[in-house]
């Protein structure tokens, strides 16, 4: 059974940085690229960037080029999202997710494997 489990949300200020980890189990990890998505309250499903599996190319969304990055960490199934000058507008529950390709994808039905979610709040 594969899971992914997402760790390191909570409430900062504005340009605060923060931390999310996605650990997972179930499925040989290095073979899926892994993505990042988030979803406010009343939106959308947004995406938010990818990494391939190897970890060699990353893409974000304009919205976060430049204060998030993505890395992984393949002997341990975990993916990360380092976000920093954190912004209210970035309030929203954080998925990541898995999709058992080289290459990554920025659509919600690109991806087979979602975790839970972990809510970030950012306060002005």
């Known amino acids: 059974q594969v899971q992914l489990v997402e760790t390191g949300g909570g409430v900062e200020q504005a340009g605060a940085s923060l931390r999310l980890s996605c650990v997972g189990s179930g499925l040989t990890f290095g073979s899926y690229s892994m993505g990042w998505f988030r979803q406010a309250p009343g939106k959308e499903n947004e995406f938010v960037g990818a990494?391939?599996?190897?970890?060699?190319?990353?893409y974000y969304a304009d919205s976060v080029k430049g204060r998030f990055t993505i890395s992984r960490d393949n002997t341990k199934k975990t993916v990360f999202l380092e976000m920093k000058s954190l912004k209210p507008e970035d309030t929203a529950v954080y998925f990541c997710a898995a999709r058992r390709d080289w290459s990554y994808g920025s659509m919600s039905r690109d991806y087979e494997y979602w975790g839970q979610g972990a809510q970030v709040t950012v306060s002005s």
């Open positions: 990494i391939s599996w190897g970890g060699s190319t990353s």
